[in-house]
């Protein structure tokens, strides 16, 4: 399963194709619809997501409510389309009173981006490298999520700091399974804490007062997974390096860490790894889960956790030095309208990147192309490792 996204933030619509999904996997609009809306909410966001109310229109791939096995496409709507439909036309000319983007934001793709394509208006650049691409990427990936549900797997995320506000947490790798998605969702940061979510509400309001931005950290949990999968005979088929891959691939990750990540480089080896456990029910199992879920690349079967930590938005409102590209003079970066914090919906764009990377290692392992006959493969495989 695979796919790809098309649209620019400002343009007609956002597309995401998904190519190698199962037949016979039911799909609700509903659920779709839902992870677009936890994407656009959270403290801090910026006004663009008074404008628009994204929801998916599938057009193709589905039957019925049920995957074809043919390529299932989503279309997102921008509705603030209707206020640059000259200013991102196809094929009509520029408007005269266009005003070309040429004070380009630190850290943000918008100046090694012009240099790379050779634009004078990095608007050529940031309306794609804009994170309203993350959209798209949602809808995608809410097809593997259907997929992961259908096979008993649940991916979530909290948010676990904001700037120097943190959740307080003695032992995540024991609790994050525990957290409750209703918590979560209810904290208008992510963050299932009401003491943490108030603190961390605070320090993006002394940011916004300040003409500053807030980056964080944040965790991805997927419970319910076979153990397995992934692969140990080439980098590439390591899920370590897979979920890795998909995870600084959401614009401003900045790190990412398995289990006891950076930590474990401190510790003796007898307080890093998981002594090996039987259950005569389960099968072999883990005293802890230090690992974070994985181990040689491969899922143990205990719960994968993983946490980003995600820099502050490159858009100030007390911005930074930058050269204005025509004068080559020293000015200001560009001041758009932006977020001071995405923390909360990066989470969700980590949670749709890890579900689309767990899917596939599922499809990997029990076959592509009906669910039946990948439930019925799926069962065996948990009949065999039981009584190994
Ligand atoms: C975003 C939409 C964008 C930005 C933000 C994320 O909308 P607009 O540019 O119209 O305000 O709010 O994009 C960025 C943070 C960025 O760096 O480009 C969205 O839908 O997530």
Request: contains cysteine; negative net charge; aromatic residues 6%.
């Amino acid at each position: 399963m695979r796919y790809l996204t098309a649209g620019e933030s400002h343009g007609p619509e956002l597309t995401a194709i998904v190519e190698g999904v199962p037949a016979g996997l039911k799909i609700s609009e509903k659920h779709i619809n839902a992870d677009l809306k936890r994407r656009q909410s959270g403290y801090g966001r910026g006004a663009r997501q008074s404008i628009e109310a994204d929801a998916a229109r599938v057009t193709s791939g589905v039957r019925f409510g049920k995957t074809l096995g043919s390529p299932v496409t989503l279309v997102i709507e921008n509705r603030d389309w209707a206020n640059w439909s000259e200013r991102m036309a196809a094929f009509e000319s520029a408007p005269r009173t266009l005003k070309r983007e040429v004070t380009p934001r630190p850290g943000h793709a918008d100046l090694v981006g012009a240099v790379k394509i050779g634009t004078e208006d990095c608007r050529d650049v940031l309306e794609r490298a804009s994170a309203r691409s993350t959209a798209s990427l949602v809808a995608a990936a809410s097809i593997a999520r259907e997929f992961l549900a259908d096979v008993g797997v649940e991916v979530f995320s909290y948010v676990s700091s904001i700037g120097d506000a943190r959740l307080g947490e003695d032992d995540p790798l024991l609790s994050a399974p525990d957290y409750k998605p209703l918590d979560i969702e209810m904290s208008e940061v992510r963050c299932p804490d009401a003491e943490a979510t108030r603190a961390m509400k605070r320090a993006i309001d002394d940011a916004a007062a300040a003409g500053e931005s807030l980056g964080g950290t944040f965790r991805v949990v997927a419970l319910g997974l076979v153990p397995g999968l992934g692969g140990y005979s080439q980098p590439e088929s390591r899920l370590t390096s897979q979920i890795g891959a998909a995870l600084f691939g959401i614009p401003a990750i900045k790190g990412v860490e398995f289990g006891l990540g950076f930590g474990a480089a401190e510790l003796v080896g007898s307080r890093v790894h998981d002594a090996i456990e039987l259950d005569r029910g389960r099968g072999f199992t883990r005293s802890s889960n230090r690992a974070g879920g994985l181990e040689g690349g491969m899922t143990t079967g205990l719960p994968l956790i993983v946490t980003c930590a995600m820099k502050p938005i490159p858009t100030l409102g007390h911005a930074l030095g930058t050269i204005d590209l025509d004068t080559l003079e020293p000015t200001e970066a560009s001041r758009e309208r932006s977020d001071v914090c995405a923390v909360p919906a990066a989470a969700v764009v980590a949670e749709a990147q890890v579900a689309f990377v767990l899917a596939n290692a599922y499809l990997d392992k029990f076959g592509r192309d009906d669910m039946r006959d990948i439930r019925s493969a799926i069962k065996s495989y948990r009949q065999r490792i039981r009584t190994m």
